[in-house]
């Protein structure tokens, strides 16, 4: 096997333990505290921090996987999260590769734009279109709570992943 394989089956091996810690400390209801009865989204930040730095392609495939395992345990999604983090993740992609430049403070920004898009279509999709009375104020007493304190937790996140990406990036060599 060639040294550049081995080095990326490694480099996903680690994501897929990162995505698999996230998804743990997402939906386990012990292992991380509520505050004011507000859980934080450990998967979404996963997903979009592995889009920046592997681009829109195995973002994509990496956002659809996050989504898929996400879905699992959800009970009203039917497919939402998988696909929902596939779309985000590749425009996430994409937008790095061409526009703007991978730190800490388009993390935050990218980051705070999908988890805040993520919890207002969720109310719209599975709780105004069902009729719930007071989905706006769900979003501004749960949702958005939520996503604020999703992006707070997960900014050690951004450094952990830029983390395993340098040190495991891929070595060109001429043959």
């Known amino acids: 096997m060639r040294l550049q394989t081995k080095i990326k089956l490694k480099r996903y091996g680690i994501f897929a333990l990162i995505i698999l810690c996230a998804h743990l400390l997402q939906n386990s ?6 505050i004011a009865g507000v859980r934080p989204i450990f998967l979404i930040s996963v997903a979009v921090c592995i889009a ?12 659809f996987a996050v989504g898929a395992l996400w879905d699992t345990v959800t009970v009203t999604a039917d497919g939402y999260n998988a696909l929902y983090l596939a779309v985000a993740c ?3 992609g994409f937008l790095l590769r061409v526009f703007m430049r991978n730190n800490i403070i388009t ?3 990218i980051n705070s734009a999908v988890t805040v898009f993520y919890c207002l279509t969720y109310a719209l999709f599975f709780i105004a279109a069902r009729g719930i009375d ?4 769900l979003f501004l007493r749960y949702y958005f709570p ?5 992006v707070i937790l ?3 996140l951004y450094f952990i992943i830029r983390a395993v990406s340098t040190k495991f ?7």
């Open 29 to 34: 209801l012990t292992l991380f505290p509520e």
């Open 52 to 63: 920046m730095y592997e681009g829109e392609v195995i973002g994509a495939v990496a956002g």
């Open 90 to 92: 590749a425009i996430c």
């Open 107 to 109: 993390y935050i920004m």
């Open 134 to 137: 007071g989905a706006g104020e």
């Open 146 to 150: 939520m996503a604020a304190y999703s």
């Open 154 to 156: 997960t900014i050690p």
């Open 169 to 175: 990036a891929d070595i060109y060599t001429d043959y």
